[in-house]
């Protein structure tokens, strides 16, 4: 493998699009590199490139590890699985918000400076796939609470009473509305950063850094 | 006593080491110290427990320590480095130490982290009461001849320097709060934090410049007659000037061609003060070498002295061998009176052979398949 070949892992789903566009953009020719449930790893012969495509929480860890050299990954992601990667571009797109949100029948009394008291929510159980960014919060808020971890359809858990509250990640609001559920406080924004193995980052550094500084001129020209 | 199915399983990141494995290794290991030995290091061991306050990290850190209670109720915690003990032991036990003092070790350290495996061997190296940067390029130019050593193609080492933030942050008197989080930023190797905290500081704008670019400083030495002339603050002329020092020594060891300098390794929160530096392998995704200059750690201990050194993480190095040679025996010894065999094999093994004795009574059809089977070359019936 030559020197400055890169692998690039991107997520499955939503974000998909947008980072093969940016890549395709930035010189790397990704044509034939879709979302097809069978193909996973994409050879780019004359980029001296290949894409590999994972699903979103296993990212950092294939950039982590160095079998990536670089991914496309929401900061949610990034914070949640905690690996030690270098994260080198804010991608401005995927735009997502953290959120803890609760039931519109049993939402927390409201303070006098119009917030939800979150006192409320002590030792409340809390669905989320983000138990780690939920116990940063409370805790950081002097709060304890029980995380129960789930792998997706959070807002179902508040429904069946499976747990009290959630933390959630919510890009447009839709779902938390269809479930009657309401955002009572946000814990961050997140949107899609550009990480990379921190030897790569080292031994390719001129190929990867070229890559960095296209997107950002592509990013700002937007 | 059945072991219960527990008793089969390894705890989380440990790992056996099967002859073939355990074979490279050693032979690693061993040409390592040699290659110690002929640079005058001398080799010390430190015990495997230590007291957590002894390899405790900075405070803020998160720790990857294995801990337990003594009987006395003191958190005892596991050897995650070597650096930290010598030290304790160079202060504890040395009252007016030789300096400097050239000490080389080998041995398993432990990480309770989940990327790897947790248990893994170091080689390395500390030299202890010199600040000079000829002490730096020592160690680097050792560094380098223990790799070729090890006959590992393709290394590369980057040299880079810990001590320019915090003597910009101190000579520009950079607030506490900012200077958090530029620390932050930087153990995490988060640059688009980095580059928010910058540009929204209220630094001048031309150190605002010099803060974002020197991530991206990388190359040749040319890259630091660059950064020279582009400011007169303190901090930089004297990290340069040091690197410059030091470059010139490895040119003078013959091993500059194996050093990029990098001003993008990035260790925040750690005892490094100067120099820092790593070795990398292609395809491996954490360094194989991590050292430096660290002044300030025998000051934690109460002894005011300099040093600097770096640790080679075998481990990994041997999980990317891929040819595995044991030492087999070269005579299969066998014979119908066990008394004869017994004496046999121990003549021969005085004159330095190695025998295999077969334990159980076979026909020479059996023991002559068994030999082709292990690979022995010899068969002796007495």
């Known amino acids: 493998m030559p020197k400055n070949f890169l692998t690039i892992a991107l997520p499955k789903g939503k974000l998909l699009t947008d980072s093969v566009q940016l890549l395709t953009q930035a010189g790397i020719d990704c044509r034939g590199v879709k979302e097809d449930s069978r193909r996973l790893l994409f050879d780019l012969p004359p980029n001296q490139a290949r894409i590999i495509i994972c699903r979103p929480t296993d990212i950092p860890t294939y950039v982590e590890h160095g079998a990536a050299d670089i991914g496309f990954v929401g900061k949610d992601t990034i914070i949640e699985q905690n690996c030690d990667v270098a994260e080198l571009l804010d991608l401005k797109f995927g735009y997502c918000r953290f959120v803890v949100a609760m039931p519109e029948e049993n939402l927390p009394p409201i303070l006098p400076n119009g917030e939800y008291d979150l006192n409320f929510i002590n030792h409340k159980r809390v669905a989320t796939k983000f138990p780690r960014v939920a116990q940063m919060f409370f805790s950081s808020k002097g709060m304890q609470v029980t995380p129960v971890k789930l792998h997706g359809n959070i807002e179902l858990a508040p429904r069946v009473g499976l747990a009290e509250t959630i933390v959630d990640i919510v890009s447009t609001g839709r779902t938390l509305r269809e479930n009657n559920l309401k955002e009572v406080a946000q814990i961050l924004e997140a949107t899609t950063r550009m990480i990379a193995n921190r030897v790569s980052y080292r031994i390719k550094y001129e190929r990867i850094q070229e890559l960095v500084d296209k997107c950002r001129e592509l990013l700002q020209e937007k | ?382």
């Not at chain 2, 080998?106 to 190296?125: H, I, K, L, M, T």
């Not at chain 2, 942050?169 to 988060?190: F, M, N, P, V, Y």
Request: net charge negative; hydrophobic share 40%; with cysteine.
């Open chain 2, 1 to 382: 006593m059945k072991r219960s199915p527990l008793g089969l399983k390894l705890p989380e990141g440990m790992r056996d080491m099967l002859p073939e494995e355990l074979a490279r290794l050693e032979e690693m290991e061993a040409k390592a110290l040699k290659t110690c030995r002929l640079w005058a290091y001398q080799k010390v061991a430190t015990p495997g427990l230590e007291y957590r306050a002894c390899v405790e990290p900075d405070a803020y850190k998160h720790d990857d320590l294995y801990k337990f209670f003594d009987k006395n109720g003191q958190i005892l915690a596991i050897r995650p480095e070597f650096t930290t003990p010598i030290a304790r032991m160079v202060v504890s036990r040395l009252k007016n130490p030789l300096l400097p003092l050239r000490y080389c070790y080998s041995g398993d350290v432990y990480r309770n982290n989940a990327a790897r495996y947790r248990e893994f061997r170091q080689v390395g190296v500390e030299l202890v009461g010199s600040g000079s940067e000829v002490a730096d390029a020592e160690v680097i130019a050792l560094a380098v001849e223990i790799m070729k050593s090890l006959d590992i193609p393709n290394f590369q080492i980057n040299l880079g320097h810990n001590g320019i933030f915090s003597g910009l942050a101190e000579e520009l008197s950079i607030k506490d709060q900012l200077r958090l989080e530029l620390e932050d930023g930087i153990s995490r190797k988060d640059m688009v934090r980095l580059e928010g905290v910058i540009s929204q500081s209220p630094l001048p704008s031309t150190v605002k410049e010099l803060l974002l670019a020197m991530p991206h400083l990388t190359g040749g030495d040319e890259v630091l007659d660059k950064l020279k002339g582009w400011s007169h603050l303190q901090a930089i002329q004297k990290a340069v000037e040091s690197l410059q020092n030091i470059f010139q020594h490895l040119e003078d060891f013959g091993v500059k061609d194996y050093v990029a300098l990098d001003l993008g390794i990035l260790r925040g929160f750690s005892y490094y003060t100067a120099a820092i530096f790593e070795g990398y392998l292609p395809g491996v995704g954490i360094p194989v070498i991590e050292g430096g200059r660290y002044d300030n750690l025998y000051a934690d201990f109460g002894v005011n002295s300099p040093a600097t050194g770096f640790a080679v993480n075998l481990g990994i190095i041997l999980e990317q061998q891929t040819e595995f040679r044991v030492e087999k025996a070269e005579i299969l010894v066998y014979g119908d009176s066990q008394r004869e065999v017994i004496k046999y094999c121990c003549k021969l093994r005085q004159e330095g052979k190695v025998v295999e004795m077969v334990l159980e009574p076979l026909s020479d059809q059996d023991v002559t398949s068994l030999a082709q089977s292990k690979g022995i070359d010899q068969v002796i019936k007495v």
